[in-house]
């Protein structure tokens, strides 16, 4: 068994120590340190696409995403500089900016992530333009039901149905601003083959995107924390 | 040479709206418009989104009635789902409907208009308003301030919010109330009780001083609807259509709600945003049809509460057909208030409002709904049509205020055909012309399903289409 090295770093200042597989993250959080996030959940493969989780690194002038770079020996992290908190601040207006996040008739209105974000991290306008995209909501599942409007493209509930659920049902299409969730090879979610509606991607979705069709506005309460217990107990089974 | 008087923006309304006069070669005014200059488009917003959100959305449509909106929209949605709602659900957006019309009904005649009554329609504007009826007759202040209240801290109570709550969904209600909070309020009814008693009572004592608004206000022949139950009585959530012409008779009765688009048809002119609906049976504008407090109590035949049954018969008595001078939308807003909180003591002591099952599961089973409730200012009709998986193709909304706007322009035409004179605008001609507006209380920015802010203006017009006076408030 080979030996786990020990390294310490400085996080706000603050001295701590981590083992050298964790992330930037991880070691914040074990110390009480809060770091804003929205496409990592445990119990998932992290992805570093919110942008979110940046943090400054001491001789580096690049932004680093704390959910995906690994501790160092000797790092020096600020976790909520002014900077970072413009940069969180701008990243959450443009989530609002680019899709029809309209939270007072949202079924996951005052249950929401993206909404809790925005509180979080001060942001009281959008000075950005809306795009007010054209979108649709796919109703076609029996029970779920997928609104485009909502989503922030996470992928959340793409990696909780390949990694966990193992169907891989869910998946992106296209580049950038174009991008979107499909189901299986683009047909309605109705219509797949592959979705077992175990409803997982609806309870990892951290916004109004992925609900339960019979909840009416304000309803849809997410259940986010059960992945890590059920990686845990399949793991103790194998 | 002929001349045009502009009101804009009218004041002390709901919304933005504009009033032009034309006048003729002698001065004297020749035609009225009233235009609504807002356009908000809930219609085609509401396009592809899921049925569910319907009541919520349509709650957006109003700050003061956001209750109404949500129940016209939950009818249309039960009926998409294809259910019978549980009984409590039904009593209790019902009650919640009443203490809407109180709370509305208090706005308008306490807030808006009774400075009109108190202050006199020439009294300088700065004057005009709660803060001089608080200094004139501060019981009428109070009271005004506590029947709104009653109304509005029962919606706060049981739908969590006074403003765009979204308690009532499709199906039912989302939660059951509990013992204390209804008796709370049952506690309080024989004070609201005496509250609207004491104003009716100080109302009837100053009709005769606006004689010569009563005659102009609107005082004209038109039908009437309004939504009556199995034995013609008010009922502001349910029933049936009925309407009734200027003697009183009924013209259309038994009206199922599902049939209205059979009596009611909707007519478009490009000075407005506001659509002209008319009763399809007797054409446009022939069909012009007022809707309401007023119109209500012309509908029914009893209002079916022992206080406002004995009001009712008093207001009625006033003329041998319908009432049809506008000016007592103001004494019927008064009545209705006495009826509502009857109403809602009633209810509040029937035990079905305390029952759990408050909510009907179902998913679509119908590709159409339509919604018909009574609105504080009238006769509300949401129509949705949807796809097999509940996502909205087609709606058709028609807002209380809507209903009444052929009567909104005949009424000013007819207020400044004997009050505006000449080519000079004094302070208590505008007002005339604005207060029959208010008498309607009109929400401009729900009928257009607005942006902008709320002031009134009227502007004095000549043949040639040049303005030659206006008059501003903000």
Redesign the interface.
């Known amino acids: 068994m080979s030996k786990v090295r020990i390294k310490t770093l400085k996080i706000d200042d603050r001295d701590v120590g981590a083992r050298e597989d964790q992330t930037i993250l991880e070691v914040a959080r074990d110390n009480g340190i809060h770091i804003p996030t929205l496409c990592q959940l445990d119990g998932l493969t992290n992805l570093g696409g919110c942008r979110l989780c940046l943090v400054e690194i001491k001789g580096s002038n690049k932004l680093l995403p704390s959910c995906v770079t690994a501790v160092e020996e000797g790092m020096e992290v600020s976790t909520n500089t002014e900077r970072l908190q413009k940069h969180r601040r701008s990243i959450v207006e443009l989530f609002f900016t680019e899709r029809n996040h309209v939270c007072?008739?949202c079924?996951s209105?005052n249950n929401c992530e993206l909404q809790n974000l925005a509180k979080q991290v001060g942001m009281t306008h959008v000075h950005f333009p809306y795009m007010y995209p054209a979108l649709?909501?796919d109703?076609?599942h029996d029970r779920f039901?997928l609104?485009h409007n909502r989503c922030v493209l996470c992928t959340r509930c793409v990696r909780v149905c390949d990694e966990i659920e193992g169907a891989h049902t869910l998946d992106v299409r296209g580049r950038g601003i174009e991008a979107y969730i499909i189901t299986d090879l683009e047909q309605v979610w109705?219509e797949s083959e592959t979705c077992t509606s175990c409803g997982k991607c609806v309870n990892v979705c951290p916004t109004g995107a992925l609900f339960e069709?019979?909840?009416?506005?304000?309803?849809m309460k997410k259940q986010t924390k059960f992945l890590p217990y059920l990686t845990m107990m399949r793991g103790a089974r194998r | 040479m002929n001349k045009t008087i502009s009101i804009d923006p009218v004041t002390r309304i709901e919304g933005h709206g504009k009033i032009t006069l034309h006048l003729n070669d002698d001065g004297a005014v020749d035609n009225a418009y009233f235009h609504v200059t807002q356009f908000r488009g809930f219609e085609k917003l509401i396009d592809g989104r899921p049925f569910r959100e319907m009541p919520a959305i349509m709650a957006r449509i109003c700050g003061i009635c956001p209750i109404s909106h949500l129940s016209a929209a939950a009818k249309a949605c039960d009926q998409i789902l294809g259910v019978g709602i549980p009984k409590p659900a039904v009593k209790l957006r019902r009650l919640m409907n009443l203490a809407q019309i109180i709370q509305s009904h208090a706005l308008n005649f306490f807030y808006l208009s009774s400075p009109d009554f108190i202050m006199g329609m020439d009294a300088e504007p700065e004057t005009r308003n709660l803060m001089g009826v608080l200094k004139k007759n501060s019981q009428i202040a109070h009271d005004g301030i506590m029947l709104r209240k009653f109304g509005q801290e029962i919606i706060e109570t049981f739908a969590g919010k006074r403003i765009h709550p979204d308690w009532i969904i499709a199906g039912g209600v989302k939660t059951p109330i509990k013992k204390e909070n209804i008796d709370k309020f049952l506690k309080q009814i024989p004070d609201v009780l005496k509250a609207v008693t004491r104003n009716i009572e100080w109302f009837k004592i100053q009709l005769p001083k606006f004689k010569d608004e009563i005659k102009t206000f609107g005082s004209m022949q038109s039908l009437f609807m309004g939504l009556v139950n199995d034995n013609n009585e008010l009922d502001f959530y349910d029933g049936k259509l009925r309407f009734v012409d200027h003697t009183g008779k009924a013209v259309g009765e038994k009206i199922h709600p599902n049939d209205y688009r059979t009596y009611i048809d909707e007519h478009v002119e490009e000075w407005t945003y506001l659509k002209f609906p008319y009763y399809k049976p007797r054409g446009y504008p022939e069909g012009m049809y007022r809707v309401g407090p007023l119109a209500r109590l012309n509908v029914a035949e009893r209002c079916g509460t022992e206080l406002a049954d004995k009001e009712f018969i008093e207001f009625r008595g006033m003329s041998r057909g319908a009432v049809l001078s506008s000016f007592h939308y103001h004494y019927a807003r008064l009545i209705e208030i006495l009826y509502a909180i009857e109403k809602i003591e009633i209810l509040g002591n029937d035990p079905d409002i305390l029952q759990k099952n408050v909510r009907a599961e179902a998913g679509v089973n119908n590709s159409e709904g339509i919604g018909i409730v009574e609105a504080p200012r009238g006769t509300l009709i949401d129509h949705f049509k949807v796809d097999e998986n509940g996502i909205i193709q087609w709606g058709n909304l028609i807002i209380a205020t809507g209903n009444n706007n052929l009567a909104m322009n005949r009424s000013v035409l007819q207020v400044a055909k004997h009050f505006v004179k000449g080519d000079k605008l004094t302070n208590g001609m505008l007002n005339r012309v604005e207060a029959v507006i208010r008498a309607y209380d009109p929400c401009l920015s729900c009928s257009t399903h607005a942006i902008g802010k709320m002031p009134f203006q009227v502007e004095l017009v000549n043949s040639e289409g040049f303005v030659i006076d206006k008059l501003n408030r903000s």
């Open positions: 007072a008739v079924v209105n649709s909501v109703a076609t039901a609104d109705g069709k019979n909840k009416s506005v304000a309803e």
